[in-house]
């Protein structure tokens, strides 16, 4: 009688057990020849809707926005082609769901560093593009889909007294070794992929920002 309960404990602690979230990929309904048919197709007409949503710097901007009503599932989508919605540009990683690499909202800048294989840099913070990293070198600048990653940071302590916040505080850039992310407790509050303009010459691909522009990040 013991045995069988306690097989029934465990069956029953397995079937209870949290399910670890699946890695995204740069694909299907996410790839860079996805549209918003495709995002309806897949995900439903009635957890799909386009249309302006907030920038940076106050602006606002068009996109796609899926399980608009689930905070824990909800992403956008930004497109290459915004008259018809097609060729993804860029979208944004589901806080329960874990972004190509391994990364996932919540992790510390070392977890992400681990993760890299080696040192990055993110800008300093308290500004509209405050703890905005991306990945030049390392395993997370080379990811499976031709998609780029972008993070942002952000602190969840403050400093002691007395300290001073100068080297990661405002438009610099700060080396993820920097000991006062570790004090500050800086952790992965956004995650957004992002693909190269399709209609984009050779000559403007290879010129990085001026070829992704503000289109292409959200």
């Known amino acids: 009688m ?3 309960t306690s097989a ?21 309904a996410l790839g860079p020849d996805s549209s918003e048919a495709r995002l ?40 290459w082609d915004e008259e018809r919605h097609e060729q993804l540009a860029w979208f944004t990683v589901p806080t329960s769901d874990v972004a190509p690499g391994g990364v996932q909202v919540g992790q510390t800048v070392a977890e992400v560093q681990a993760l890299n294989g080696e040192p990055f840099t993110l800008l ?19 990811l499976p889909g031709d998609c780029s990653l972008s993070l942002t940071f952000q602190p969840t302590k403050d400093l002691a ?3 001073d916040d100068t080297p990661v ?15 500050l407790d800086a952790r992965v509050e956004s995650i957004t992929m992002s693909y190269p303009d399709p209609n984009a010459s050779e000559e403007e691909a290879g010129g990085g920002e001026e070829a992704g522009g503000e289109t292409a990040q959200p």
Do not use: H
Request: net charge negative; proline share 4%; with cysteine.
């Open 124 to 142: 300093g913070f308290y500004w509209d593009y405050g703890g905005t990293a991306g990945f030049d070198s390392g395993k997370l600048a080379s």
């Open 169 to 183: 505080v405002g438009d610099k850039e700060v080396s993820s070794t920097e000991p006062l992310l570790v004090d």
């Open 161 to 163: 007294a007395g300290v």
């Open 2 to 4: 013991i045995q069988r």
């Open 40 to 79: 309806i197709e897949t995900y439903g007409k009635e957890n799909v809707v386009t249309g302006e949503v907030p920038g940076a710097e106050g602006e606002t901007m068009l996109a796609t926005t899926v399980f608009p009503n689930d905070e824990a599932k909800s992403f956008q989508v930004g497109w």
């Open 8 to 28: 029934a404990l465990a069956a029953l602690l397995v079937a209870a057990a949290p399910v670890a979230a699946a890695e995204l990929t740069c694909s299907g």
